[in-house]
């Protein structure tokens, strides 16, 4: 590609980011089929919430009401929150959005309407900044007093649950790693995972499979998976726990070139091997659906898709590994809590709140809901579950190895994925820029939208 032809991408992209900046707050029209299902649960909930916030139940008092950002625990919490209310009364209504939705544009959205939920997910750093001064203080909890990872503002109070510890980075089939002689325990760095793809590209046939990988890159509905999760390997992989050195260059506004040009050689190996449909316009839906039945050997994925795996009816079995881009070995996964949830201070139920967390994370019946029924990894002291699911097992041997990498990503500026990183992936991934281009073009998209957003 040329160099004018480059420049107009960028300028494109960067056009494209301030306006979608501009009119964030109502952006959920682009979903994928995961969050086609958020939206349609979200209408109803959110009817539902805004007709009973005012109602008692059984005389107990007002509902409350949680806003969730993993769509893939929906069932799960709902579950969760029936048994509360079965034990206690309280009625919780679960409002769940994920995939391609813009979760703090529609909370934005409902606080402007005055609709504002009890409680809400935050991811970090940049949505904080956007409730900061709006939300409780939970260091009186008991949850708060358990845990490591519960959410802390500038003064060190904490203000966001943690529900859980989660890990993400390439997640294999060891059914067919086995059947090509691959030992995952051997895929610690580029060369290995790039001789690895060539064995089983040279395979497929006899593997019964239609591609090496399944990496889904169109921008408008997965653009947090590569401009959050894969991304965030360039930030902290491969470094030990707590170093954000890289991440904080990147804060300020400045890839480092030699590491971006391996993360960018390393992405441009997934795209190659990955199915191209699903590269290019598939859902977070169509990318589980190709490795679950069978047709991959790899997907870029965490173990947030366990709950997932037995709606497939998943025989074979799983293990996750590092998304190990450098030359260099990289054994450390990225985990860390997904998100958090905090209360809304000036709702009229924040005790009530702080006593449906307490209950999820002291609880027997709270913590077997999350670790077990949901696949988490409990991130309190105290609890005593362990999770069943194939990949929270495959993490936890990360965990309690202490072979973790914290993850950064989400305490950039709220909307660099969404808003310009995406769009970068997927015309590296249609082959629209080459691998140089794609480094130069991430450089300039992030000093252009950390100068723009300060």
């Not at 007002?62 to 893939?72: D, Q, T």
């Not at 769940?96 to 991811?123: L, R, T």
Request: net charge negative; with cysteine; glycine share 10%.
């Amino acid at each position: 590609m040329k160099s004018k032809h480059l420049k107009a991408l960028i300028a494109f992209g960067l056009s494209l980011t301030m306006l979608t900046a501009c009119g964030s707050s109502s952006t959920t029209s682009s979903s994928s089929a995961k969050s086609s299902t958020a939206t349609t649960s979200t209408a109803t909930t959110s009817t539902a919430a805004s007709s009973t916030t005012t109602s008692t139940t059984q005389g107990t008092g007002e509902a409350i009401r949680l806003v969730n950002g993993k769509i893939e625990i929906d069932n799960q919490l709902k579950a969760i929150a029936k048994a509360y209310q079965e034990k206690t009364g309280q009625e919780v209504i679960i409002e769940s959005m994920g995939g391609g939705v813009d979760i703090q544009g529609q909370i934005k959205s409902y606080f402007a309407a005055g609709n504002m939920p009890d409680m809400f997910v935050i991811g970090g750093d940049g949505d904080f900044a956007n409730w900061e001064g709006k939300v409780a203080d939970l260091s009186d909890t008991a949850f708060a007093k358990d845990t490591d990872f519960g959410y802390k503002d500038a003064e060190g109070k904490v203000v966001g649950f943690p529900y859980a510890v989660e890990g993400y980075g390439i997640t294999y089939n060891a059914d067919v790693l086995e059947k090509a002689g691959i030992d995952p325990a051997t895929l610690v760095n580029y060369d290995a995972f790039k001789a690895a793809f060539e064995k089983i590209d040279s395979m497929k046939g006899e593997l019964g499979l239609s591609a090496v990988a399944s990496v889904a890159a169109e921008s408008g509905q997965m653009y947090w998976s590569t401009g959050n999760h894969i991304l965030g390997y360039y930030y902290t992989g491969g470094l030990e726990r707590g170093d954000n050195s890289i991440f904080d260059k990147a804060l300020a506004g400045e890839f480092d070139s030699a590491r971006m040009t391996e993360f960018a050689e390393f992405t441009e190996l997934l795209f190659k091997y990955a199915d191209p449909t699903v590269l290019i316009s598939g859902t977070y839906d169509d990318q589980l659906a190709l490795f679950a039945q069978g047709k991959t050997a790899f997907i870029t994925q965490g173990n947030w898709i366990d709950p997932s795996l037995p709606e497939y009816n998943v025989t074979f079995k799983v293990g996750l590994l590092p998304l190990a881009f450098t030359k260099a070995e990289m054994t450390n996964i990225l985990a860390d809590c997904p998100s958090w949830w905090v209360v809304y201070k000036d709702g009229k139920n924040v005790d009530a709140c702080k006593a449906f967390l307490d209950y999820l994370a002291t609880s027997e019946e709270g913590q077997t809901g999350l670790v077990k029924d949901a696949g988490m990894i409990s991130p309190y002291k105290s609890s005593t579950v362990v999770p069943d699911a194939p990949l929270a097992t495959s993490l936890k041997t990360y965990v309690d190895a202490g072979k973790t990498s914290s993850w950064a990503w989400s305490n950039m500026p709220e909307g660099i994925a969404q808003n310009a990183f995406g769009l970068v992936f997927e015309l590296f991934a249609k082959g629209e820029i080459d691998k140089t281009q794609f480094v130069e073009m991430m450089q300039t998209t992030l000093a252009d939208y950390i100068a723009n957003n300060k």
